[in-house]
T-cell receptor, first 113, second 115 residues
Framework: AQTVTQSQPEMSVQEAETVTLSCTYD???????LFWYKQPPSRQMILVIR??????QNATENRFSVNFQKAAKSFSLKISDSQLGDAAMYFC??????????FGKGTRLSVIA | NAGVTQTPKFQVLKTGQSMTLQCAQD?????MSWYRQDPGMGLRLIHY???????DQGEVPNGYNVSRSTTEDFPLRLLSAAPSQTSVYFC??????????????FGPGTRLLVL
């Protein structure tokens, strides 16, 4: 079975600082996608960033970047210059081919002013 | 486009009652799915569909039924609600083939409380 593990149930960061959320996954596929979703208190699921497994270059979206280590099956999210609006639940998710998304249990991020 | 819509936003049921959670999308997506979200558990897949007339079970299908008679709609039925089904339910859709499935569009969620 495909699994996604987020080992940090809660994290906190000072405003303007950098924080890294960790994620590991298990798969037997060679081609797949990985995602980070943000869920603010409104409960809306917002796509933050995605990574194609066949691409060696780490994905970047403004202040959000990933460290994708395919051999280690690791996919961490780095948030730079943290803002109060970044406070939310963050979910790592894995899409192994044609099967549905598999989510981790989430990391609650607090941003301290 | 309205995207993915879910109704109702919030519902209270008594144990044993039945109800249908509605999900609709206007993007002509083939792939639709239902997740439930519980504290500390992330999102877990209940059922999914890769097209009209085709459904399959996810990780936690017990107590739920689905059908897909049209591309647009994917209702989730609770035949006899139990307190363990208290949760937030999300519907999602995406296009196929898998090369385009990398982006799923989520509905706003339905909060269900079973007493």
């Amino acid at each position: 079975a495909q699994t996604v593990t987020q080992s940090q149930p809660e994290m906190s960061v000072q405003e303007a600082e950098t924080v890294t959320l960790s994620c590991t996954y298990d798969t037997s596929e060679s081609d797949y996608y990985l995602f980070w979703y943000k869920q603010p208190p409104s409960r809306q699921m917002i796509l933050v960033i995605r990574q194609e497994a066949y691409k060696q270059q780490n994905a970047t979206e403004n202040r959000f970047s990933v460290n994708f280590q395919k051999a280690a099956k690791s996919f961490s999210l780095k948030i730079s210059d943290s803002q109060l609006g970044d406070a939310a639940m963050y979910f790592c998710a894995h899409l192994p081919g044609n099967t549905p998304l598999v989510f981790g249990k989430g990391t609650r991020l607090s941003v301290i002013a | 486009n309205a995207g993915v819509t879910q109704t109702p936003k919030f519902q209270v049921l008594k144990t044993g009652q039945s109800m249908t959670l509605q999900c609709a999308q206007d993007m002509n997506h083939e792939y639709m799915s239902w997740y439930r979200q519980d504290p500390g558990m992330g999102l877990r897949l209940i059922h999914y569909s890769v097209g009209a007339g085709i459904t399959d079970q996810g990780e936690v299908p017990n107590g739920y039924n689905v059908s897909r008679s049209t591309t647009e709609d994917f209702p989730l039925r609770l035949l006899s609600a139990a307190p363990s089904q208290t949760s937030v339910y999300f519907c999602a859709s995406s296009p196929l083939p898998s090369g385009d499935q990398e982006t799923q569009y989520f509905g706003p969620g339905t909060r269900l409380l079973v007493l």
